[in-house]
C-alpha cells in the first residue's frame, strides 16, 4: 500500500515558523500533483497549498506571502515551509497526492499559540 508520511508538525509561539515534509514512495511521484491540506476542529478542510507537476504552486489567499510549497523529486518529497504562523493556522494538516485520483497522509498536527 502506498504512503504518504508526513512530519514536521508541532507546538509553536505566533510568528514562528514549522516545516512540514511529506515522503510519498512512489516511483513516479514527479508526475503527481502534490498538495497541503488543513482542517481544524469543526470546519472543513481546506486547500492550503499546491505544487503540479511542472512546478507552478498556488495557495490559498490567507497563506500567500507567509507559506511556501516546494517538491524535491529526487527524495520524493514535498515540503510547506510556514512562516510568521497565526493562531489561526493552527489544524491538522495532510499531505494529498493526486494524478486522477486521491491519496492521503494521516496528516500532522500544527498547533500555534497566541
Known amino acids: 500500500q502506498v504512503q504518504l508520511v508526513e512530519s514536521g508538525g508541532g507546538l509553536v509561539q505566533a510568528g514562528g515558523s514549522l516545516r512540514l515534509s511529506c515522503a510519498f514512495a512512489k516511483i513516479d511521484f514527479s508526475m503527481y500533483t502534490m498538495a497541503w491540506y488543513r482542517q481544524a476542529p469543526g470546519k472543513q478542510r481546506e486547500l492550503v497549498a499546491g505544487?503540479?507537476?511542472?512546478?507552478?504552486?498556488q495557495y490559498e489567499d490567507s497563506v500567500k506571502g507567509r507559506f511556501t510549497i516546494s517538491r524535491d523529486n529526487a527524495k520524493n518529497t514535498v515540503y510547506l515551509q510556514m512562516n510568521s504562523l497565526k493562531p489561526e493556522d493552527t489544524a491538522v494538516y495532510l499531505c494529498?497526492?493526486?494524478?486522477?485520483?486521491?491519496?492521503w497522509g494521516q496528516g500532522t498536527q500544527v498547533t500555534v499559540s497566541s
Open positions: 505544487i503540479f507537476s511542472g512546478g507552478n504552486t
Open positions: 494529498n497526492a493526486n494524478r486522477g485520483y486521491d491519496l
